[in-house]
């Protein structure tokens, strides 16, 4: 069965500090991964976009990676700010857009 | 926004009220889909369109009815519905259908709706 796992489901940090998040998948055939952001009461925004032959890529203080013998996927949040506080959410393509449940982070000042 | 937008952004109805949720899309995509979000769950798709045809319907009720008149709009039309309905719905497009290789998603900003 085609799934996509997040963890944690949520996650606190004080601002300045650096988190990352999870994501697992036993999705077949892959074709890419993308990571979203969703602010409250906002439909997602893509944040970045990784490849089978893509280990490591970055889009400002986000820095997305993948390793498809695993098929785990992570996202580094640096240097965090009150305006990372949303739900990310891993989305793997196969025939169809599989979705994960997210993870909600709160950043506290 | 000017991508994708929905409208209306809130919505509180009565289960015997009829009522229809409106999306547009501005990037000459032309794959449109509907999108259900509750709480904790992942986004579950209801309905693709592509090239104003429906590809797909994922076993939705049929208290949920689906328009797409032309690739840049796509309507939910809502009769009927339950509390459980309640949800945020969204609205998101694409160059085409998402066949390994589906391009980016677009979202709109969705339509909360509460169903009293």
């Known amino acids: 069965k085609n799934q996509v796992e997040q963890s944690p489901q949520s996650l606190i940090i004080l601002e300045g500090k650096n988190c990352t998040l999870q994501?697992?998948?036993?999705?077949?055939?892959?074709?890419?991964l993308r990571w979203y952001k969703q602010d409250t009461g906002r439909g997602p925004v893509s944040l970045t976009i990784?490849?089978?032959?893509?280990n490591t890529k970055s889009n400002g203080r986000y820095t997305a990676t993948l390793d498809a013998d695993t098929k785990q996927s992570s996202l580094h949040i640096t240097a965090s700010q009150l305006s990372d506080s949303a739900s990310y959410i891993c989305?793997?393509?196969?025939?169809?857009?599989?979705f994960g449940t997210g993870t909600r982070l709160k950043v506290l000042a | 926004e000017t991508g994708v937008t929905q409208t209306p952004r809130h919505l509180v109805m009565g289960m015997t009220n009829k009522k229809s949720l409106k999306c547009e899309q501005h990037?000459?995509?032309?794959?449109m889909y509907w999108y259900k979000q509750s709480a904790k769950k992942p986004l579950e798709l209801m309905f693709v369109?592509?090239?104003?045809?429906?590809?797909e319907n994922n076993s939705v009720p049929s208290r949920f009815s689906p328009e797409c008149p032309n690739s840049s709009h796509l309507f939910l039309h809502l009769h009927t519905l339950q509390p459980e309905d309640s949800a945020l719905y969204l609205c998101?497009?694409?160059?085409?259908?998402?066949?390994?290789?589906?391009?980016?998603?677009?979202f709109g900003p969705g339509t909360r709706l509460t169903v009293l």
């Open positions: 994501c697992n998948y036993t999705v077949s055939p892959f074709s890419n």
């Open positions: 369109y592509n090239f104003k045809e429906q590809t």
């Open positions: 990784m490849t089978f032959s893509e």
């Open positions: 998101a497009s694409s160059q085409d259908v998402g066949t390994g290789g589906g391009g980016e998603q677009f």
């Open positions: 990037l000459g995509h032309n794959a």
């Open positions: 989305v793997v393509t196969s025939y169809k857009y599989i």
